[in-house]
């Protein structure tokens, strides 16, 4: 069959969304781009006389990083083309080697466990909290004493604050616990590049002694998807092993469009004033009454970032609310099993965000929608497990060319996972490679499966088979 290279599927799939007239409640910051417009195309240059180079900045990146630094307060700044995923593997590959014992908390974005495998580390995973809703709320400052006591000469811990949820927790504390043995701290705070706006938004990790922070300035910021930054926070970091690592990582072509919006969005952030902030606040809180008066049944829970807002419909599946929402054209930024998320935008002065249409929408897809009686099973909470840290069944060296094998999900209990599985988004793998398959771990997957969720990795899912170590 001849192709038809006069196609362009993927801008014509963009076109056709962008016709339904779409609301953003979900990253990228600049919202359908409301808050950032541009003749993009003209941006699209490479590395031209007076334009620089991202692996050997000296002119404009230089000082536009510059600035980046003295936005955040790092000692360091760094443009990411390749967003946070470049920035933790760069940040784990710098700071360990082979043999090193790495803290991760299980509810880690799989780029930090690919970090890991790429350093050769050995993770010991820190178990976190969930709440009812299934949303991770953090790890124990008595879940990282006890897995010091066991691993005295661990080198590195990565921390993921705040959730992609929006929820916080004591990480100051956590740091400084680490910093006491030594161990550098490394935070994966994509989700945290707004939170240098200050109060009442929740502190930085930067703020309480983080060495490295990783930030995804798509995610609130007004960047263009993939636009990330990496900071260094602390001398104990070295510097040239995490620059080496960068160039290696990251793309020789680097996307001047996503830089630009990289810079763009460092202006946005460093001239948002209190008055913005404010203004922005209160523009939320309308929006959330209103909402909390839409349906008995629609339920609203704020988490600490008060930019993230969780829609729960009792009587329906959160991937039943979203399947609402979307057919009046809002679109959350993620649906679990139980709820929704929504993403609200970092408006300043100068901007606006269409929160009256959104709110007419939002009536129309749930207003008058005749609930059931909530028919959720208990089995969709979620509970943490009973250890406070635990560790891989099989070192990445002993899964290097092991024998794997397709079983049915139910054969698979017990067995060593050959495969990471993971909903996404979040991106937080249920299953990882050289990891003891659990009776809760099926459990959660299988109320993903039930709801048809997008499930990347290694799996047979569609024929309801998992891939084992023999």
């Known amino acids: 069959m001849t192709l038809d290279h006069r196609r362009t599927p993927l801008i014509e799939a963009i076109e056709r969304h962008r016709s339904r007239e779409p609301v953003s ?11 950032a417009g541009s003749q993009l ?33 790092s000692l360091k700044s760094y443009f990411l083309v390749n967003g946070s995923t470049v920035g933790n593997m760069a940040a784990l590959l710098a700071s360990c080697s082979q043999g090193d014992v790495v803290f991760v908390q299980r509810n880690c974005h799989k780029s930090v466990l690919n970090g890991i495998r790429l350093a050769k580390a050995v993770p010991v995973f820190i178990e976190t909290e969930f709440n009812e809703e299934g949303s991770a709320l953090g790890i124990r400052l008595d879940g990282v004493k006890e897995a010091l006591k066991a691993y005295p000469h661990v080198k590195a811990c990565v921390l993921t604050f705040p959730t992609y949820y929006g929820f916080t927790y004591h990480i100051g504390e956590i ?3 680490l910093h006491k043995e030594d161990v550098l701290c490394i935070v994966d705070e994509a989700h945290g590049a707004h939170l240098a ?5 929740p502190r930085s990790s930067m703020e309480v002694g983080a060495d490295i922070v990783v930030h995804s300035a798509h995610k609130m910021l007004p960047a263009m998807t993939m636009g990330s930054y990496l900071h260094i926070n602390s001398p104990r970091v070295n510097e040239r092993r995490v620059s080496d690592y960068l160039s290696m990582l990251q793309s020789s072509s680097p996307s001047y469009p996503i830089m630009a919006s990289l810079d763009g969005a460092r202006s946005y952030i460093g001239t948002f004033t209190k008055e913005d902030l404010n203004e922005n606040l209160k523009e939320v809180s309308r929006f959330v009454q209103v909402i909390e008066g839409i349906h008995p049944q629609l339920k609203v829970k704020r988490p600490n970032d008060p930019l993230k807002l969780l829609l729960k419909l009792e009587g329906r ?33 100068g ?34 497990r009973e250890a406070l840290f635990s560790t ?21 209990e017990g067995k060593i996972s050959a495969g990471m599985v993971i909903p996404y988004p ?33 799996h047979r899912l569609g024929e309801n088979g998992l891939y084992v170590y023999r």
């Open 25 to 35: 409640f979900h990253v990228p910051g600049h919202k359908n781009g409301l808050l």
């Open 41 to 73: 195309y003209e941006y699209d240059l490479t590395e031209l006389t007076g334009l620089d180079d991202l692996h050997d900045p000296g002119e404009a990146i230089a000082e536009a990083e510059e600035l980046l630094r003295d936005v955040y307060g």
């Open 392 to 412: 891989l069944a099989l070192s990445f060296e002993e899964m290097d060319g092991r024998e794997e094998v397709l079983v049915s999900v139910e054969e698979a």
């Open 197 to 201: 706006v200050g109060s009442p938004f």
């Open 426 to 458: 979040p991106g937080i793998p249920i299953l990882v490679p050289g990891e003891r398959i659990t009776p809760g771990a099926l459990k959660r997957l299988q109320i993903y499966v039930d709801n048809h969720a997008s499930i990347q990795g290694h």
């Open 351 to 384: 901007h606006s965000f269409p929160y009256d249409e959104a709110l007419e929408r939002i009536r129309r897809a749930v207003g008058n929608e005749d609930m059931l009686d909530v028919i959720l099973p208990d089995e969709i909470k979620y509970d943490s």
């Open 175 to 177: 740091i400084e616990e």
């Open 317 to 349: 599946t959160g991937y039943d609310l979203q399947r609402l929402l979307e057919s009046e054209g809002i679109y959350p930024e993620l649906a679990d099993p139980g709820q929704v998320l929504l993403i609200l935008p970092l408006v300043k002065k």
